[in-house]
């Protein structure tokens, strides 16, 4: 198992493009792998044969390092390959298995049977049931009685329940009855009524870094209010004398990616090795994009010397990359600014969580229609329904401090009321 990326230590396979006993060339794409950012093709750097596949399709969790596959040089070589080569070290263990009398393995299968420990879960349905501990089989290990052992000897219905459970206390009316038949039934429907649902290695990682990120990253949390009608009437400009679509998501990448380049104490890191703050020396947008695996973040590089035109089309394609798991390491790799964008949908503000080792993200909720007293062109003031957008900026206090995130505020802002500022 290859390292795909800078922060995978293990893998899933995706699919096996190479079947047993293909020829292998230079760069030929063996199979698929599942990292912890993307599902990327792992090429060959050497010409053979593919002898035999140790990890088939599906295989999950596949340390680096692991062996996945067997390759020789020659086609004659596959045949030396022994049959019962296993994936790991799991061969070792079939064969000491073997090795050993059926005896003892007899009683290595009865000692792990028997109940040392009982998970939490597994506790609390003995306890729902009035079930007797004697009468289960644990199949964790080191004898670790686990939930699905119980949930498997209900179902089997090979389990004794205690004397004292048994006994029925003596009833004057058949309506306690009911009510004591119904009862258990309605506890271990509640018991079992929940899915487990399986994690992708994306969402592992996702789940570890922004813990780490709420964990270790100081945020300091600004918000604004936009007026948004000079960039929406921008937006219908250039479709309607021009015939250029573009979203108002791209525009707003436009806007924070020229703010950056006037601030660029914003457009920084925190080194800690260093224990400062380092400026980068591009402003490189990520951008959060949804996908059924989970959240990806792909760069818009150098964001502030494209047109707008230009990062419509770069986030068009790199958003169908990210939901189809095709993103290359050097397109999801890096940023120095994230914006995460629920517009779309009825959101109306929140605060995001800083992507490390990046020191800021914007938050932009949706646009809403507001009535707010405005001076119209002799100086009067007058009501007006003009509509505002609300901006939420998660820092890293130790790069920002109120007068960086004043100063970035009051450039952003300055870009949505005059457009023609992303024009220069």
Same mark, same amino acid.
């Given at each position: 198992?290859?390292?795909?990326?800078?922060?995978?230590?293990?893998?899933?396979?995706?699919?096996?493009?190479?079947?047993?006993?293909?020829? /292998?060339?230079?760069?030929?794409?063996?199979?698929?792998?599942?990292?912890?950012?993307?599902? #990327?093709?792992?090429?060959? #750097?050497?010409?053979?044969?593919?002898? $035999?596949?140790?990890?088939?399709?599906?295989?999950?969790?596949?340390?680096?390092?692991?062996?996945?596959?067997?390759?020789?040089?020659?086609?004659?070589?596959?045949?030396?390959?022994?049959?019962?080569?296993?994936?790991?070290?799991?061969?070792?263990?079939?064969?000491?298995?073997?090795?050993?009398?059926?005896?003892?393995?007899?009683?290595?299968?009865?000692?792990?049977?028997?109940?040392?420990?009982?998970?939490?879960?597994?506790?609390?349905? /003995?306890?729902?049931?009035?079930?007797?501990?004697?009468?289960?089989?644990?199949?964790?290990?080191?004898?670790?009685?686990?939930?699905?052992?119980?949930?498997?000897?209900?179902?089997?219905?090979?389990?004794?329940?205690?004397?004292?459970?048994?006994?029925?206390?003596?009833?004057?009316?058949?309506?306690?009855?009911?009510?004591?038949?119904?009862?258990?039934?309605?506890?271990?429907?509640?018991?079992?009524?929940?899915?487990?649902?399986?994690?992708?290695?994306?969402?592992?990682?996702?789940?570890?870094?922004?813990?780490?990120?709420?964990?270790?990253?100081?945020?300091?949390?600004?918000?604004?209010?936009?007026?948004?009608?000079?960039?929406?009437?921008?937006?219908?400009?250039?479709?309607?004398?021009?015939?250029? $679509?573009?979203?108002?998501?791209?525009?707003?990448?436009?806007?924070?990616?020229?703010?950056?380049?006037?601030?660029?104490?914003?457009?920084?890191?925190?080194?800690?090795?260093?224990?400062?703050?380092?400026?980068?020396?591009?402003?490189?947008?990520? /951008?959060?994009?949804?996908?059924?695996?989970?959240?990806?973040?792909?760069?818009?590089?150098?964001?502030?010397?494209?047109?707008?035109?230009?990062?419509?089309?770069?986030?068009?394609? #790199?958003?169908?990359?990210?939901?189809?798991? $095709?993103?290359?390491?050097?397109?999801?790799?890096?940023?120095?600014?994230?914006?995460?964008?629920?517009?779309?949908?009825?959101?109306?503000?929140?605060?995001?969580? /800083?992507?490390?080792?990046?020191?800021?993200? #914007?938050?932009?909720?949706?646009?809403?229609?507001?009535?707010?007293?405005?001076?119209?062109?002799?100086?009067?003031?007058?009501?007006?329904?003009?509509?505002?957008?609300?901006?939420?900026?998660?820092?890293?206090?130790?790069?920002?401090?109120?007068?960086?995130?004043?100063?970035?505020?009051?450039?952003?802002?300055?870009?949505?009321?005059?457009?023609?500022?992303?024009?220069?």
């Amino acid at each position: 198992m290859p390292a795909l990326s800078p922060t995978m230590n293990q893998g899933n396979i995706a699919k096996w493009r190479k079947q047993e006993g293909d020829k /292998i060339e230079v760069g030929d794409v063996i199979c698929e792998i599942e990292t912890d950012k993307a599902t #990327l093709e792992f090429e060959s #750097l050497e010409e053979g044969y593919l002898a $035999k596949i140790l990890a088939p399709e599906g295989s999950k969790d596949v340390q680096v390092g692991q062996p996945i596959a067997v390759t020789v040089e020659e086609l004659d070589d596959i045949k030396n390959i022994p049959a019962d080569t296993s994936f790991g070290g799991e061969q070792k263990e079939e064969q000491s298995a073997e090795s050993a009398p059926k005896t003892d393995a007899a009683n290595a299968s009865e000692q792990s049977s028997v109940v040392s420990r009982i998970s939490p879960a597994a506790k609390l349905l /003995i306890k729902v049931h009035g079930l007797d501990v004697s009468s289960l089989r644990a199949s964790g290990p080191r004898g670790t009685l686990l939930k699905g052992d119980v949930l498997a000897a209900l179902k089997s219905g090979s389990i004794s329940i205690p004397a004292k459970e048994q006994k029925a206390p003596a009833t004057p009316s058949s309506q306690p009855t009911r009510n004591a038949q119904a009862q258990p039934a309605t506890t271990s429907q509640k018991a079992d009524t929940y899915e487990d649902i399986p994690n992708s290695q994306i969402r592992k990682v996702i789940a570890k870094r922004l813990l780490e990120s709420k964990q270790t990253t100081p945020h300091l949390y600004l918000s604004k209010d936009v007026v948004l009608d000079p960039l929406l009437a921008f937006r219908s400009e250039l479709k309607e004398q021009h015939g250029i $679509k573009v979203s108002v998501n791209d525009i707003i990448i436009k806007a924070v990616a020229i703010a950056l380049r006037n601030v660029p104490e914003a457009n920084a890191y925190w080194n800690s090795e260093k224990e400062e703050a380092q400026k980068c020396d591009s402003v490189d947008i990520s /951008i959060a994009v949804a996908t059924e695996k989970g959240l990806m973040t792909p760069i818009i590089r150098n964001a502030d010397q494209k047109t707008i035109s230009a990062i419509s089309s770069e986030v068009k394609q #790199l958003a169908e990359k990210a939901r189809a798991g $095709k993103l290359a390491p050097n397109e999801f790799q890096g940023g120095t600014f994230s914006i995460s964008n629920l517009g779309m949908y009825p959101v109306d503000h929140f605060c995001a969580i /800083i992507n490390p080792p990046q020191s800021g993200i #914007l938050a932009v909720g949706r646009g809403n229609k507001v009535v707010e007293p405005v001076v119209d062109s002799d100086g009067n003031e007058k009501a007006a329904a003009v509509t505002k957008m609300s901006l939420t900026l998660s820092a890293d206090h130790r790069v920002f401090d109120g007068q960086v995130g004043g100063k970035f505020f009051t450039e952003l802002a300055s870009n949505f009321s005059d457009i023609r500022r992303l024009l220069l």
